[in-house]
């Protein structure tokens, strides 16, 4: 079955700083992979995702992610952080043999530090 | 705009009540799903349908049920069988249920149980 890893619970940067978020997914085909961004109390923005072609993926709001097949991570890149990042972040990949079924990893709480 | 509606945003329950949350989209979009999310647990698929008047089970379907006799509206009932309902529950549609397809979120409707 597929899974995705979220390895950080919870990552504090300062504002103007760069991030990184982890995810690992386990999977044994060409993965279909997202990244979703949740402030407090609210639903889920998509931030950008990967089916195919060029494995670096430009998001909204700046944010980028590469796909390393070899390392079977998708992380989630920014090269400077805003206060208003902060925020939960998730990881998702959508299940073989399925109709569009996400697996979610149990994401990543962003504080940013002013 | 388009875009995809829940109500209520808090719900209250009481012991052996049933309650129902609304999910409504004008996307126009074909597949619609239900999640449930726990502190911690990241998102856990509970029903999900392809097609008006066609739905099947997720992860996590003891204690809901669902109906889909419109297009546009997916929504939840909590049963009083379902004996840990306090979460949030977050509603998710798009374009078709093929795995390509990206799924976008509502605002999400918090239970609470009296």
């Known amino acids: 079955a597929q899974s995705v890893t979220q390895p950080d619970i919870h990552i504090t940067v300062s504002e103007g700083a760069s991030l990184e978020l982890r995810c690992n997914y386990s999977y044994g085909a060409t993965p279909y992979l997202f990244w979703y961004v949740q402030s407090p109390g609210q639903g889920l923005q998509l931030l950008l995702k990967?089916?195919?072609?060029?494995?670096l993926v430009q998001g909204i709001k700046g944010f980028e992610a590469e796909f390393k097949r070899s390392q079977s991570s998708f992380n989630l890149r920014k090269p400077s952080v805003h206060w208003s990042d902060a925020a939960e972040y998730f990881c998702a990949v959508v299940r073989t043999g399925t109709a569009s079924k996400l697996t979610f990893g149990t994401g990543t709480r962003l504080q940013v530090t002013l | 705009d388009g875009g995809i509606t829940q109500s209520p945003k808090y719900l209250f329950r009481k012991e052996g009540q049933n309650v129902t949350l609304s999910c409504e989209q004008n996307l126009n979009h074909d597949a619609m799903y239900w999640y449930r999310q726990d502190p911690g647990q990241g998102l856990r698929l509970i029903y999900y349908?392809?097609?008006?008047?066609?739905?099947q089970k997720g992860d996590i379907a003891e204690g809901y049920s669902v109906s889909r006799e419109k297009k546009e509206s997916f929504p939840l009932t909590v049963t009083s069988a379902q004996k840990n309902p306090t979460a949030f529950y977050l509603c998710?549609?798009?374009?078709?249920?093929?795995?390509?397809?990206?799924?976008?979120f509502g605002p999400g409707t918090r239970l609470l149980v009296l």
């Open positions: 349908s392809q097609i008006v008047n066609d739905f």
């Open positions: 990967y089916f195919s072609g060029d494995t």
């Open positions: 998710a549609s798009s374009m078709s249920g093929v795995r390509r397809e990206t799924q976008y």
